[in-house]
């Protein structure tokens, strides 16, 4: 009787090669969790650049159609424009509450608090709106005179000749991260017409 040694034919994985493969697995998956969370995180903060981005450029826009529509009042009414580095006031054509055309007061102020600036427009004394904030330790406006002069209060106490309205107005933000120069002109006519009583 010839007994030939049967050959085991099972075939299967032994317990090594699956722990290599789940080894494999688990470091595969590691990595792609790893990569997916750095995706996550960079379109976080490019999300949140771009709505950065988008609010700076709405205060911007509206910083500079207010002060591009400020006008002449003439000398017998009130709110004739004033200006110091904190604060300056008078009318203008496109404020943000009232329609596109109407001469309507405001008033714009700037206000530090710790290292905080804010920009504030207010048209009445209850109704006041936020319309910036930034990290900074220094903000101020400026006026340019007809002889080309930035002067800190309007109208200018001594030198250029006496006008209602300055040429521009400049606001400068001092911030660390992202300092801030916005001019804006003021276009038209700097004095009322003359009236009768000027001619008096």
């Known amino acids: 009787m010839n007994f030939r040694t049967k050959k085991n034919t099972h075939k299967g994985f032994t317990l090594m ?69 904190s604060k300056l006031q008078g009318q203008s054509i496109s404020t943000l509450t009232a329609p596109t055309g109407v001469p309507q007061s405001f008033t714009l102020s700037l206000s530090a608090q710790e290292n905080t600036i804010a920009l504030k427009y207010r048209i009445t004394e209850k109704e006041e ?34 006008q209602q309205l300055p040429e521009a107005i400049q606001l400068q933000i001092d911030s660390v991260q992202n300092p801030i120069t916005w001019i804006v002109s003021i276009p038209g006519r700097k004095n009322p017409k003359p009236g009768i009583e000027d001619f008096l």
């Open 17 to 85: 090669e699956v722990l290599v493969v789940l080894v494999l697995i688990s470091l595969i998956s590691g990595l792609l969790m790893d990569g997916f969370g750095y995706v996550l995180r960079l379109r976080f903060n490019v999300t949140q650049q771009l709505k950065k981005q988008r609010i700076r450029q709405l205060q911007e826009h509206w910083y500079r159609n207010l002060v591009n529509g400020i006008i002449v009042n003439n000398r017998n009414e009130p709110a004739l424009f004033e200006g110091t580095e």
């Open 129 to 162: 709106w936020l319309l910036g904030q930034w990290t900074a330790q220094k903000a101020s406006f400026s006026y340019l005179d007809n002889e080309g002069n930035w002067v800190s209060t309007w109208p200018p106490k001594m030198g250029a000749v006496l």
